[in-house]
């Protein structure tokens, strides 16, 4: 069985063209596999109207890169694991390479109401934030992050609110 991470990243403010979540391999030879991505709306105080256009990205040409993110640290689903110590984790920073743009969607930034729930708080509910999901089935591969590739969330534009995201993703 594949040693199993998560990478959160808790209350990143939103501004456009912004790495909300990435994870970078550096390893040469451990690879790892991306096997869910979510995100949750984290806005509490009141933000009206505002819409963020959002992408999953996926660099592996054009020398991925990413510099001086505000680093987060993979939790272990066993204790007994460590960490690749060679990739990258985390939000903001430069980014380097060419993206591959696998999904694109409208993401609403606006604070949670519960009392006056509209269609725009269905996005806090954990079954409908998921934005990948590998299907675990022996046909269909998960994203792969051999050396110098890289999974990233990007907001492409959009500027109020705060978000919450994960990475579930293993180490083989």
């Known amino acids: 069985m594949a040693q199993t991470f998560r990478t959160y990243c808790a209350g990143v403010a939103f501004a456009a063209t912004k ?41 592996r040409t054009g020398s991925p890169g990413l ?10 689903m066993d204790t007994a694991n460590t960490a690749p110590t060679t990739a990258t984790y985390g939000h903001a920073g430069t980014i380097a390479g060419t993206a591959e743009i696998l999904n694109a969607w409208i993401w ?15 996005e806090c509910l954990i079954p409908l934030n998921v934005i990948y999901d590998w299907i675990p089935h022996s046909d ?3 994203i792969t992050l ?16 705060l978000l919450h ?8």
Do not use: W
């Open 140 to 142: 269909v591969q998960p």
């Open 108 to 122: 609403s930034s606006d604070e949670a109401a519960v009392s006056a729930a509209t269609s725009d708080e269905l």
């Open 19 to 59: 790495n909300m979540h990435a994870i970078l391999n550096g390893h040469a030879t451990e690879i790892l596999k991306i096997r869910r991505v979510g995100l949750s709306n984290a806005q509490t105080a009141a933000v009206t109207g505002v819409v963020c256009a959002m992408e999953h990205r996926l660099y």
């Open 67 to 76: 510099t001086t993110p505000t680093a987060v640290t993979p939790v272990s």
């Open 165 to 172: 995201s994960y990475q579930d993703f293993t180490k083989e």
């Open 146 to 161: 051999r050396q110098n590739q890289m999974n990233m969330v990007y907001n492409v534009s959009g500027a109020a609110g």
